[in-house]
């Protein structure tokens, strides 16, 4: 005799007769009611590469489901791309997506009583929002990635989205012209698939995988690749194996969230990663703190020679041996546990069959790392209480000093960076662009990406208490914490203020009277759109905790 199964609540007894009529026209036979019922959540959209081909992507995970025994039923859920709202007020909805695309799955799960859900992610906030569901559930349920685009082309040299934002800042200083940006746009992303450096959907597909919530080398495969469908296919037969088995919180612990943030930052990978691995462990309830990413970027190298910092794109990474390699020498190292996954092996059985590709220069040895310590930094300081995130893969600068620019908006700092008003040396101050204060938290890819072609990236100093793209490098720092919006310090600097940033003690400072500045503050009108943005600023949280709308306690 079977075990019991969640869906038995719309399935079973004279009760829900009613329940099974409206099943029965959508294919159900009597002995179908006596399946796991599986949920195949969907952020296919046609509006970005990055989840283009998930709507065929979730033909071979059905079979797979249907091969091994389950019943699937699909469900969509929304994306917002952060490339394409970069830069203008679009760039307000990402992270709020992130709590709509968790809230849809939870809804669609809960409220139709489904045994287990496979989540189909591309784009970057639609793969920690997976996760954060499956969490709160608490169902089996695995995160299935569409995997990256290739590598676009350009004068013999690859390139992505990130040289695309590159290239608008050198036409606006006049070092390229009209012709050069236009091919360069032209030739950056040639098909589906997620931007193609470690940027924030390729952090966070591998931090899943090691996490262990995504079946290891699932993600790897890239979109277009031949054997993606057989990926998908494999995960389907998982789901439909394990639906009646180990809640999604089983591979949410301490342990398996330190193992995502070491690979994050042995990775030199996103900064958003430290706000979605901590939004992750409040949805499973364990206990996390952010200083951990500073901890083990001091002990913990970059090994991965990936973009944005590094030389590589993530099809490299692929071709060179994949997460399971990049793994592997983690742990010969010591810097990962073994833990469970959802593929019924554990981490460290996954990681026996890694194969690395004679030659490859993409993944290196703890001994002989791309850069000595990791890609994230947390500093504190006068600007920063609660703190804030620094990325430091691929620059070695320790120290920083000089005098304020101050904007109240992405909008006044990208003109100024357009007119180039901003000059080596200076500290970029943007705030009011908080999780409450934008609201929405938007990422500064625009500015960084126009900064770096003008030959500044790592030359000035970028502070916000917003985000930075994944694609985003140079000195920059964001989620600082509290955040303008709230009275944060970074409300009360003025221009030509001296900053100073001090890596090594951790602190971000400015030498004038806060308490004076504080009373002589005078808070801005605050931003409101209307609608999900009103209701977002009214119930999210701090960066420091992964900016989520939990209520908290």
């Known amino acids: ?162 040289d695309v934002f590159e290239a608008i800042g050198a036409h606006a200083q006049g070092s390229i012209d009209e012709a050069e940006l236009d091919q360069i746009e032209r030739s950056a992303c040639p098909g589906a698939g997620s931007c193609g450096g470690q940027f924030t959907a390729n952090t966070m597909a591998m931090a899943l995988a090691f996490l262990g919530i995504a079946p290891m080398g699932a993600g790897d495969v890239p979109a277009v690749d031949a054997g993606k469908a057989a990926e998908a296919e494999r995960c389907g037969r998982l789901i439909a194996e394990h639906a009646l088995g180990k809640g999604s919180r089983t591979y949410v612990t301490e342990a398996s969230l330190k193992n995502a943030a070491t690979a994050v930052v042995a990775s030199g990978g996103s900064t958003n990663a430290v706000l979605h691995i901590a939004a992750i462990a409040a949805e499973a309830g364990v206990p996390f703190d952010i200083e951990l990413f500073d901890k083990l970027s001091r002990e913990t190298p970059v090994i991965a020679d990936l973009k944005p910092g590094g030389r590589y794109m993530a099809e490299d990474l692929t071709a060179a041996g994949g997460c399971r390699l990049f793994g592997q020498r983690l742990r010969e190292a010591g810097m990962i546990e073994d833990v469970p996954t959802v593929s019924g092996r554990t981490l460290f059985e996954e990681l026996d069959a890694f194969e690395e590709t004679q030659g490859q220069k993409v993944v290196r040895t703890v001994r002989d790392p791309v850069k000595q310590t990791g890609g994230l930094r947390i500093l504190y300081g006068d600007l920063a209480p609660e703190g804030a995130v620094l990325k430091t893969a691929g620059y070695s600068t320790s120290r920083f000093e000089g005098p304020a620019k101050v904007f109240g908006s992405e909008e006044e700092c990208f003109e100024a960076v357009s007119k180039g008003a901003i000059k080596e040396g200076d500290v970029v101050i943007i705030r009011y662009e908080g999780p409450k204060g934008g609201p929405g938290m938007r990422e500064m890819l625009a500015i960084t990406g126009a900064l770096a072609g003008q030959g500044l990236a790592g030359k000035v100093a970028l502070i916000t208490d917003g985000r930075f793209s994944g694609a985003s490098h140079g000195f920059v720092i964001g989620h600082v914490s509290p955040e303008a919006a709230v009275g944060g310090p970074i409300a009360l600097v003025n221009e030509g203020d001296t900053i100073t940033i001090d890596v090594e003690s951790r602190r971000i400072d400015a030498a004038i009277d806060w308490d004076q500045r504080a009373k002589d503050l005078v808070m801005p009108e605050p931003n409101r759109f209307g609608g999900v943005f009103d209701k977002f600023a009214a119930l999210v949280g701090s960066a420091s905790r992964g900016a989520t709308t939990l209520q908290e306690g």
């Not at 793969?127 to 990256?148: E, N, S, W």
């Open 1 to 162: 005799m079977r075990p019991p199964k969640r869906s038995d609540a719309i399935t079973k007894g004279p009760a829900r007769a009613a329940a099974r009529a409206m099943l029965r026209a959508t294919g159900f036979e009597d002995e179908d009611f006596d399946r796991p019922i599986i949920a195949v959540v969907n952020t296919y959209s046609s509006v970005t590469p990055c989840n283009m081909h998930l709507k065929d992507l979730a033909e071979p995970v059905l079979k797979g489901i249907r091969d091994a025994g389950g019943w699937p039923v699909e469900f969509g859920a929304p994306v917002v791309s952060d490339g394409i709202t970069m830069g203008h007020e679009g760039m307000r909805a990402s992270l709020v997506s992130r709590e709509i695309i968790a809230d849809s799955i939870e809804l669609a799960v809960r409220g139709h009583a489904l045994d287990a859900a496979l989540v189909l992610v591309g784009c970057d906030k639609t793969i920690p929002a997976a996760a954060m569901a499956l969490a709160r559930c608490d169902v089996p349920g695995l995160v299935f990635y569409g995997g990256t685009i290739a590598a676009g082309c350009s004068a013999s040299k690859k390139i992505s989205v990130q």
